[in-house]
């Protein structure tokens, strides 16, 4: 028994060394290519310049247009899954009968398992032409129906991470909140969204993180024209969608165009990379409240 622990333990020590070497190995390609990219575009271009044309004549490597479409898209999807998750989440844990909860959840998750590329197609033959029949002037490719269906996918994470925040929530404050002649309605949004209030904006936050790195549906429905606007009815380029395009094109193999994929790369690495290490942050600093 006592070597088959131990067989065990060095199984899972051999898994966490080989995922630490794993991103530690994607973390130097991105910084070492990037560094390369750097040595000939001036990062304060980079970061400062509001056009993104390196693959024209007259070449421009400012990020702004391709994180505007970014965060354009993810702010859609955002307004979109909150409130429907958040919802859904307040119905299971304060309406629902226990039999009903168990069987709606694993239905939810259905949505998280369907592939993103069936999700983009839906975007645009199915949620793109209803949406011009409300907005006649909304173009074929544009960030607004991207943004709904990537909505429509982050829903289960914000669905199920709220609901199980909720659950954890004592039941005494429930139970007070009635004492206190609450209706459950009161109690649901006046107690417990509160009370659970830091798992839900962890799950929030993981998922923009997941919005952020989205890459199918923004590549097939939001078209492919960086340009820095907060106008959703017009095509836009994600900086996953343009390392899409130039990883498929005709880029040369180590060119500087080619290495601008690094360079959106590290950029959109840098991104989740802090939003994922704030959701840890606000977590821990909750726990150590209530501890």
Known sequence: MRVQERIIEG???LSAVITILITAA??????????????????IDFLTDK????LFAEKHFGILPLVAGTLLTTAVAIAVALPIGLTIAVYLNEYSPGRFRQTIKP?????ASIPTVVYGFFALTVVTPFLQKLIPSLAGFN???????????????ISSLSEDAISAVPRSLREAAYGMG???????FGVMVPAASSGIVVSVILAISRAVGE??????????????????????????TYIVQVSLGDVPHGSLEYRTIF???????????????LSFWIKKKYQEKYD
Do not use: C, H, K, Y
């Open 11 to 13: 199984l899972l020590w």
């Open 26 to 43: 994607i973390v130097w390609v991105l910084l070492s290519e990037s560094v390369r990219f750097f040595s000939e575009v001036s990062i």
């Open 51 to 54: 056009q993104w044309t390196p």
């Open 107 to 111: 239905l939810l998750e259905i949505l």
């Open 143 to 157: 960030a607004l129906s991207a943004g709904i269906v990537m909505g429509i996918m982050i829903i289960p994470m």
């Open 182 to 188: 609450s209706t459950r309605l009161q109690t649901a």
């Open 215 to 240: 890459t199918m549906i923004v590549a097939i429905a939001a078209g492919q024209q960086p340009r820095l606007t907060l106008d959703p009815t017009v095509p836009i380029e994600t900086i996953t």
């Open 263 to 277: 360079a959106a790369g590290i950029t959109l690495f840098v991104f989740t990379f802090a939003l994922n290490n």
